[in-house]
């Protein structure tokens, strides 16, 4: 069967990310297709202040205003951001007995740091993430969630008091944590930083029982100077290849220097290598650069989203009147990391694109046909007017 068509937009749950903090009216951000994902960091005290009491609020209005844009949102809850001196542990925690969080130094500023010997802030927390996967764990706005400790949840305290057990975790209640969050998300696709990997912070990296759980990775200063070092090291740790087959690998453009936000989607790349090669080497799927539009043109932005992830070539369609068969190879750098079908006349494949490695193919049996077909694939994680395109060159 004849079939041509063309992928001309960053696909969903991949690309350059934006802050929702940051929203306005440049045009990489309200011209469709030249983004798909939003990204907000929230406190959890924004969400509970007294005990088992749930306010949404804060969540849904992200949701809804990257839906509105067509978008879908990236969130990570924190406790501990620098200059931040009233963090983000619940008041009913903070008014515990017993409970002795501190306020010192990270960045210059006067920071509050959470105090995790606190058995109430160790069950709150688990609590949180079963009430939110509750809610959220099937909800297209969410197109995946960032979780971590630390500063900005990023898995470390570089600047600041950092004993585990105190200002940061126990590697046991570490472990318990991304136990509970394997058994919380049916779904969701979760993170965590590539810092987890040390074992300065945590066991994750030595424990096949931890590695073996089904969780991505967030990588905070892609493509700096020394990434093959450190940072290579950390997603090496974590096992990103294979991890990344099953969840996504993410993060954000360095800030190590101004340099690195200036020329980090050059097209000649920077310290030896090019976005779109580093990318491709990581299996990366999205990145926040917010910064990106005060130093690259929007089709430069949203080329370089259009080469992360997955993408999908139809290489053979045949219909009969009440059938179709399709094969699809995925020639991106990564998976889908949720279902989605191929679909003739609105007639779903029973098999999943999802998982569909790059360089690998798939074939779909459809029980739908006829003389003027439509291939479509279809997904339930999408917001309005998303759509996930496919690339067809058949006579």
Known sequence: MPLSSTINNVQPFTGIVTWIDYWNADSIETTAGNTQLEFKYVKYSEIVSQ???????????????????????????????????????????????????????????????????????????????????????????????????????????????????AQFPSKGYQ?????????????????????????????????????????????????????????????????????????????????????????????????????EELSEQYHVSYMIGNDQPDYQTDARIKAVGMAMGYKFNVTAFSVSPTAAEVTIENTGIAPIYYDAYPAVNGVRSETSLKGLLPGVSRTFSINAGGSNPSLTIESDRLVAGQVIEYSANLP
């Open 175 to 275: 472990a318990q944590f991304i136990k509970h969050l394997a058994n919380a998300f049916q779904n969701l696709r979760w993170s965590i930083s590539k810092d987890a990997g040390s074992s300065d912070y945590s066991d994750i990296a030595t424990t096949d029982a931890l590695q073996n759980v089904v969780f991505g990775l967030f990588d905070d200063s892609f493509m700096h100077q020394t990434h093959d070092q450190y940072n290579r090291d950390m997603l090496l740790a974590l096992r990103y290849e294979p991890r990344y087959e099953v969840a996504p690998i993410g993060g954000e453009f360095s800030y190590y220097s101004d340099f690195d936000q200036e020329h980090v989607l050059d097209e000649a790349g920077m310290y030896g290598r090019t976005v």
């Open 51 to 165: 005990e088992d009491q749930y306010d949404w609020t804060a969540v849904e209005t992200i949701l809804d205003a990257a839906a509105s844009r067509g978008n879908q949102a990236i969130i990570r809850f924190y406790y501990t951001y620098p200059a931040d001196t009233r963090g983000g542990v619940p008041d009913y925690i903070l008014n515990t007995t017993g409970y002795n969080g501190v306020t010192a130094n990270s960045e210059g500023s006067p920071t509050k740091f959470p105090d995790w010997s606190s058995t109430e802030l160790q069950e709150f927390t688990l609590e949180f993430y079963t009430a939110f996967a509750e809610r959220y764990d099937d909800d297209p706005r969410l197109a995946f969630l960032q979780v971590g400790f630390g500063l900005w949840a990023e898995y470390h305290i570089y600047d600041g008091p950092n004993t585990l057990g």
